[in-house]
């Protein structure tokens, strides 16, 4: 039974290119979220979505970010014009849906992207 | 703002030695989580609490959440040098689904 699958692990890129980062949920899971943890700090909400719709978008920068899930295939985190600032290591987690009084949200995470910018 | 606050943001001790970690917000939780991440990896998932008052152990280690769902503490007994790694606390204000905020972390290196 496979993790949250995220690739590449690690990305290089010189500022002003583009940065794509994709993740795969566990199977069976619907949700899937990115999050940003920069060097001694936690990790910061970026974006929920669901398949085909983003459901929670208030902690992406309002430019040069976006992201989608599409309904075939795997989540894409797009950083455009990329600047030294957004180094960091860049998670997907993923949940199940869940209902009834024994719901609860459970994140499962990623091993991350590690993005240099140079 | 949504804050959780987690301390000690370090903690150096030796072998065999208890230890607390606290994850304190002003705001109630639906749930929260305890993750330990190890350098280069993803946080994995400890445990859950939902229920005020819950307490679960896993091995040598015990987690509380608070009556009023606001707080919660991990315990490690009689720490080992495996135990090394950042501690982080999530909650979730939402009960199926939504954004985890996450406590600064508490590094944690256990000396033999």
């Known amino acids: 039974n496979a993790g949250v699958m995220q690739n590449p692990r690690h990305l290089v890129r010189r500022r002003g290119q583009e940065a794509r980062l994709r993740c795969s949920p566990m199977?069976?899971?619907?949700?899937v979220y990115w999050y940003r943890q920069l060097p001694e700090e936690g990790l910061k909400f970026m974006v929920y979505?669901?398949?085909?719709?983003?459901?929670?978008e208030s902690g992406m920068p309002k430019e040069r970010f976006s992201a989608e899930f599409p309904k075939e295939g795997p989540s894409i985190l797009r950083i455009q014009q990329v600047v030294r600032g957004d180094s960091a290591a860049y998670f997907c987690?993923?949940?199940?849906?869940?209902?009834?009084?024994?719901?609860?949200?459970?994140?499962?995470f990623g091993p991350g992207t590690r993005l240099t910018v140079l | 703002t949504q804050l959780l606050e987690q301390s000690p943001q370090f903690l150096s001790i030796q072998e065999g030695e208890n230890l607390t970690v606290y994850c304190n917000s002003s705001?109630?939780?639906?749930?929260l989580q305890w993750y330990r991440q190890e350098p280069g990896e993803g946080p994995v998932l400890l445990v859950t609490?939902?229920?005020?008052?819950e307490v679960k152990k896993l091995k040598r280690l015990t987690f509380q959440f608070g009556d009023a769902r606001k707080d919660s503490s991990l315990h490690i007994t009689a720490a080992q040098p495996g135990d090394t790694g950042l501690y982080l606390c999530?909650?979730?204000?939402?009960?199926?689904?939504?954004?985890?905020?996450f406590g600064q972390g508490t590094t944690l290196q256990v000396k033999p």
């Open positions: 987690a993923s949940s199940p849906i869940r209902s009834g009084h024994l719901s609860y949200n459970e994140q499962f």
């Open positions: 199977k069976g899971h619907s949700h």
């Open positions: 999530a909650g979730a204000y939402t009960s199926n689904t939504g954004k985890l905020i």
């Open positions: 705001s109630v939780f639906s749930s």
């Open positions: 979505l669901q398949k085909e719709n983003i459901i929670d």
């Open positions: 609490v939902v229920t005020g008052g």
